[in-house]
């Protein structure tokens, strides 16, 4: 994130994100995030340019991605929340206990607020979806969703409960890289693909077709610009041959 601080400064196309990302082990390539709080202040008035890369990466005709980004722990203050505007989805993730339900109903009203411009009913949803994801014990995992999701839906936060995480220590101990064993057999990694393939299964259409939207929007204004400058697209052309 601080290396691409200069390039962004200076305009930064979706592409050149794949210019600053490292790769892991297993294949996957991250672009690594801020080390302190403090130095998020070298990104001051950068993070709606970098919302607008990250989202615009997906309708890439090069490398096309999507984005996953852990923005950390969200107050009123956190200068990440200008990503938000250009997400797709916002997920708050919470444990169970009742001081943690209270501050993601809050922080998810929040949010409504700023992204929405108010709280939301329970028939009313808007972009970017704000949802929440609960860390619990897999056997009340069901009847706590149902409990929190009314409870968001009658606080009219604009949230709804997506899914559950497994609370399974073994399983982020193996993560962490602290213990042997098979971690895609872990409750955690179990749940974690539930989750991803249920807001694919609701969602996955309508973002599909809005970066199909995207994408011809796109193309529209290369041939807008093309029947502009007829000139200046044959210049370019031929000076990259």
């Not at 990503?83 to 501050?103: G, K």
């Not at 179990?190 to 259409?205: C, L, N, P, T």
């Amino acid at each position: 994130m601080l290396s691409i601080a200069a390039t962004a400064r200076r305009g930064l196309v979706p592409d050149q994100l794949w210019d600053h990302v490292q790769p892991l082990s297993g294949g996957l390539e991250v672009l690594v995030g801020l080390g302190i709080a403090e130095q998020a202040a070298g990104l001051a008035g950068l993070w709606p340019t970098l919302g607008h890369a990250f989202a615009s990466l997906a309708d890439s005709p090069h490398a096309a991605a999507d984005v996953i980004a852990d923005c950390g722990r969200i107050s009123g203050d956190t200068p990440a929340v200008e990503l938000f505007p250009h997400a797709s989805l916002v997920l708050l993730l919470s444990r169970t206990e009742p001081e943690s339900l209270a501050r993601v109903r809050d922080r998810a009203a929040a949010l409504a607020g700023k992204l929405h411009g108010g709280p939301r009913g329970a028939a009313s949803l808007a972009n970017p979806v704000i949802g929440v994801v609960l860390v619990a014990d897999t056997g009340t995992a069901g009847k706590l969703a149902s409990q929190v999701n009314d409870m968001l839906v009658h606080a009219q936060t604009g949230a709804r409960v997506l899914g559950t995480i497994a609370d399974d220590p073994a399983g982020a101990d193996q993560l962490a890289g602290r213990r042997r064993g098979r971690l895609d057999k872990s409750l955690l990694i179990r749940s974690a693909r539930k989750v991803a393939a249920d807001i694919h299964q609701q969602y996955g259409a309508a973002w599909a077709a809005s970066a199909q939207a995207n994408q011809a929007h796109h193309a529209q204004q290369a041939q807008h610009l093309q029947h502009q400058h007829p000139g200046q697209m044959q210049g370019h052309a031929g000076a990259g041959t």
